[in-house]
């Protein structure tokens, strides 16, 4: 499918709306704190937004536990709310990407309440049921990607309902055409309200092995992460193109599905057909045993996904974190190197062939919290890690543990100023905010000239609105110093012309060998001919 023109001329931003800003002084972000903000988001340049789930949820699961899938969480504000950001974000030239839930419902969901309550309704077959092997065994071996089995018991009706991911997500059961209909008319709903395009949650597992064999891999925990059970499976690009017919083709709308770790280019170009791009985690987490970025296998994971882009006529988002991970700061930037990193990802980020998507708080370096305490990580499978692990590790342990890796890091509060909890809200906030944002805030970096959020701006800036701004969207891409252990270099190429970008992702200084050209932009004072310090990037004009 080809990408639109608008597409390309894109910067995406994720919001992730419980923590961007709490508009109304309850402790939690929402929809009138996000429209509060767009005209700092309009000022630093982006014209796109993903906002995270804002449904009704009880929220087990950060609000992908959706109850109710044509409706806006009250806590979060109401559709008249969403009409009215919409409408604001549009006059300021942004368009607007929602999150669709498409795997599961919330078990509070009225759909899976009838399921379980009466075997006889149709609802029942909305979700995927079955007998256990026997009693307290669940039908297969399956493991659930939030830690324990795939299956819930449901002692009402005696029998097991499939859930992958917590247990009061159920998932919903896609080879049902009735499921399908419901769930079109859901991207109607929203697409008919003026959203422009939908982040489509984990649609990598729509479709599963339906005879429920056990898995013949390893066992942990007592269960099998065996994922190919319910990933990537042939019946779902059905269900997408079926999807794509009788919706998205009838909307000028973009389409970007999750696919997750396990997809390879041939995966990605069996859903783009019925969607126009995929999101896949690979250019996350390269790093090497002692936690620091693993320069070579970054570069050549990106190296891999455009240069089969480019073969394919194919366009990918390209991002460093979402709201799943830690913060990038924390695994590829450097705390002694905090400005030079942090302006050395941005850089990057956004002279790569794809659609850029920055995650809230990126933009000014926000790191991973150093919480002290195991029960300030909230996160549903940060808590399930400290249940599984409590009779084998220490606390020590595990806070080490979700220090570095908790999915609670994408959710911090955002930093808006040195105030008392770091301007997000007047009263405390639902999840603790990080113990830097005196030094790490908006307010601070709009007042500095040289802070990371204005060299985002500036990159935007030439992204969209430079004379290179048609190189660093649509140009070639070759790697070079290919080999360099500290580089990830590139050069982009549109006719004749072309520019290299050079960044050294490490502490240490050193030196390349391409030729030098005229310096377009740059994230130190001073650059020396051939030699890159501490983090230090430029992009150069190559020489005709
Ligand atoms: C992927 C989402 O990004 C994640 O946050 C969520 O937990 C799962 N899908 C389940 O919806």
């Known amino acids: 499918m080809a990408i639109s023109q608008w597409v390309k ?31 700092y988001l309009s000022d630093l340049g982006i014209n796109l937004i993903w906002i995270g789930p804002f449904y009704p949820s009880p929220l087990d699961d950060n609000g992908y536990d959706v109850s109710d899938f044509m409706n806006v969480d009250p806590q979060l504000g109401t559709l008249a709310d969403i009409k009215q950001l919409i409408q604001k974000a549009h006059q300021l030239g942004i368009r607007v990407m929602f999150d669709f839930v498409m795997n599961q419902t919330s078990d509070e969901h009225p759909w899976f309440i009838e399921s379980c309550q009466n075997k006889n309704s149709e609802k029942r077959d909305y979700y995927i049921w079955q007998k256990g092997k026997s009693q307290n065994r669940p039908p297969t071996n399956w493991g659930s990607f939030f830690g324990g089995s795939a299956w819930k018991y449901d002692k009402q009706s005696d029998e097991y309902y499939m859930k992958i991911f917590s247990d009061k997500m159920p998932d ?51 269960v099998v992460g065996d994922w190919s059970k319910f990933s990537n499976r042939k019946e779902l690009y059905t269900y997408l193109k079926q999807l794509h017919q009788e919706v998205f083709s009838q909307y000028n709308c973009l389409t970007i599905g999750e696919v997750g770790g396990g997809a390879k280019i041939k995966d990605a170009l069996k859903y783009i057909p019925s969607i126009d791009m995929v999101f896949n985690f690979d250019a996350c987490w390269c790093l090497t045993a002692d936690n620091k970025v693993d320069v070579m296998r970054l570069k050549n994971t990106i190296n891999y996904w455009i240069t089969n882009s480019l073969k394919h006529g194919i366009y990918l988002p390209q991002y460093w974190l979402n709201h799943d991970h830690p913060r990038v ?130 990159m935007i800036q030439l992204r969209l609105n430079s004379k290179w701004s048609e190189v660093l969207q649509s140009g070639d891409f070759e790697l070079i110093e290919s080999q360099h252990p500290q580089i990830f270099g590139f050069r982009r190429k549109l006719n004749n012309r072309s520019l290299l970008v050079l960044v050294n992702l490490s502490e240490q200084d050193t030196t390349y060998s391409v030729a030098e050209g005229e310096i377009i932009i740059s994230n130190i004072d001073s650059h020396k001919p051939h030699s890159l310090g501490a983090y230090e990037g430029i992009i150069m004009r190559e020489q005709e």
Not at 18 to 37: A, C, E, H, L, V
Not at 425 to 438: A, G, M
Request: no cysteine.
């Open 172 to 222: 919903l059961n896609w080879s049902n055409p009735k499921v399908r209909f419901e769930m079109g008319k859901v991207a109607k709903f929203w697409l008919d309200l003026g959203v422009d395009g939908f982040r489509m949650d984990a649609i990598a597992h729509l479709a599963r092995d339906m005879k429920f064999v056990d898995s013949k891999k390893k066992k942990i925990d007592g």
């Open 9 to 39: 001329e894109s910067v995406g931003y994720e919001i992730y709306p419980r923590s961007f800003y709490d508009g109304n002084g309850d402790g939690m972000g929402d929809i009138q704190g996000i429209i509060k903000k767009l005209d």
């Open 329 to 458: 700061m924390s695994q590829y930037g450097s705390q002694k190197y905090f400005k030079e990193s942090g302006k050395a990802l941005a850089l990057l980020l956004l002279s790569l062939y794809g659609l850029p998507f920055i995650y809230n708080g990126e933009e000014i370096g926000m790191q991973n919290a150093l919480y002290d305490k195991l029960s300030d990580f909230k996160d549903v499978s940060s808590q399930n890690y400290i249940k599984l692990n409590a009779h084998r590790l220490s606390e020590q342990e595990m806070l080490n543990h979700l220090r570095n890796n908790s999915r609670d890091h994408g959710h911090l509060p955002m930093q808006w100023t040195s105030e008392k909890y770091a301007g997000f809200s007047v009263k405390e906030p639902y999840l603790k905010v990080n113990l830097d944002y005196q030094k790490v805030n908006v307010a601070q970096q709009l007042q500095d000239k040289d802070s990371i959020l204005n060299f985002y701006r500036q």
